[in-house]
């Protein structure tokens, strides 16, 4: 009889309890690649031609010598410190060695058993208010691998592909991974937790500065450990690990996904293999990769060109007098700032737009106009041009058209139009409101021009008015919106209909 794919969720709940760890890669800003002067263009989505942008360090051809990048070191103390993570008094490099297309030295240089950070934990706030405090095990500094793609497949996967392509431009760009001990406690909320864990961790080294942490350009990876253990029973179960999930949504997809899966293999008396997995964002499955290996299977010693590294306390307490505000705690001042009722300001959380309505509301806006712009007009058009929202205009070009709005020189219509313009390269917002000529009409002589004229021809409307019906009056308001082309601030409008109509 087959065994079935999957378990309802609620059910494998009933029997099993979810266990699961999380390994976070950050590829950090830096100026050059981790071990050599080749420059680090891991903040750009495309970084060049393939196998362009690399040097015989990152290839590791004979006669050639790593050299620790001083800046890397230094974001990975500070990371370590916003992890709550102890630093290493002396950590040191190990070579990692396995054999795949995209690892050019058929090693890696990572470190092991001396991680520059360790013993941390991480305040996670889900969007219900439930608050978990996840336990971080090390985090570690080491290099990236190239990057394959593999062609001539449906799904982009090596599955079925026809051949696969590497480039190389990756190799050697600096890494942390961030590695959590075993997570338990999540139950139902389990693949919210893993999400938000990831949103957490994200906004941690935005803030820092240390990466522009994008998982639609790799610059951040989750690989997502999962395992199941019977209630009741202390001994953990096999774990899979689904690799470089690139989206919130699908590391939440996949650890449930992974839930239901390994609960359907063990009640049908299976067993569940160590393995790596890859998420099918279409299908909204995993698939079996390759078995895992332990660390003993990678052969790690230690890097001998590499000396071990000693910060100084001094450094140390430098790094950590520059630590931002912790994100969770940062979250709670600014709702609590701006006024936002719960939803709204997740809303704007899981668009990944709290950053910059936070720096657009820095620069001067208020806190309803920077979300209505971001949130809306901004994020409508970043959709329809497949950008991100943030690549289309600043927090000050918005926070001055929030401030347009503000005083009266435009209103909400005729921003847009102010926008559109920001948006086509015309200038700031105050010197598309003075090239278009998109002012709100101040003065109220030709507004009373055109209120006359509407009135005198809509004479049953000027009636109604008179008889105290006075929501008759919108049709006049809207006559007078058109003919001023906009440029009128309709609560003035409307002030003045009332007046002329019961002066006329």
Known sequence: ????????????????????????????????KMFSDTPNHSGNEVGGEPNTNIGPVDLGLPGTLPVV??????????????????????????????????????????????????????????????????PIERAHMEEDAGKLTHVGGSTG?????????????????????IVTRPIFGGEAQTPQLAAAYVSTIRDIVRALGVSEAR??????????????????????????ETKNVNSFRSIERAVRYEIQRQAALL????????????????TGRTSSGRPKSDADDYRYFPEPDLMPLRPSRALVEELRATLPEAPVARRRRLKAEWGFA???FQDIANAGLLEVVDATVAAGATAAGAKKWWMGELSRIANDRGVQA????????????????????????????????????EGSPAEVVESRGLAVVS??????????????????????IRDGKVQAAGAVIGAVMKAMRGKADAARVRELVLERAQSS
């Open 1 to 32: 009889m087959a065994k079935p794919e999957l378990m309802d969720y609620d059910r494998a709940l009933e029997l099993y309890e979810p266990v699961i760890g999380l390994e976070v890669h950050v590829e950090l800003g830096t100026k050059t």
């Open 69 to 134: 990048n001083e800046q890397a070191v230094r974001y990975s103390i500070a990371l370590g410190l916003a992890l709550n993570c102890q630093i290493a008094e002396v950590s040191g490099f190990a070579r990692k060695n396995y054999f795949y297309p995209d690892n050019p030295k058929n090693y890696q240089i990572s470190q092991y058993d001396d991680p520059i950070a360790f013993d941390g934990e991480v305040e996670v706030e889900l969007e219900d208010g439930t608050v978990f405090h996840v």
């Open 157 to 177: 996967r090596i599955q079925g592909a026809e051949y696969s392509l590497v480039d190389y431009n990756r190799a050697g760009v600096p890494l942390v991974e």
């Open 215 to 240: 998982m639609e350009r790799g610059n951040l990876r989750c690989d997502a450990n999962v395992s199941l253990r019977p209630r009741g029973e202390e001994k953990l179960g096999t774990r899979t």
């Open 267 to 282: 009640a049908a008396g299976g067993s569940i293999t160590q393995e790596t997995r890859h998420w099918h964002e279409d």
């Open 342 to 344: 719960d939803q709204e």
């Open 390 to 425: 943030t690549d289309l205009a600043t927090p000050q070009q918005i926070a001055e058209l929030d401030g347009l709005i503000t005083a009266g020189t435009v209103n909400d219509r005729l921003a847009r139009d102010v926008l559109e313009g920001v948006l086509a390269g």
């Open 443 to 464: 003065d109220d002589g030709p507004l009373i021009e055109a209120i006359d004229a509407a009135l005198a021809q809509q004479p049953d409307v000027l009636a109604k």
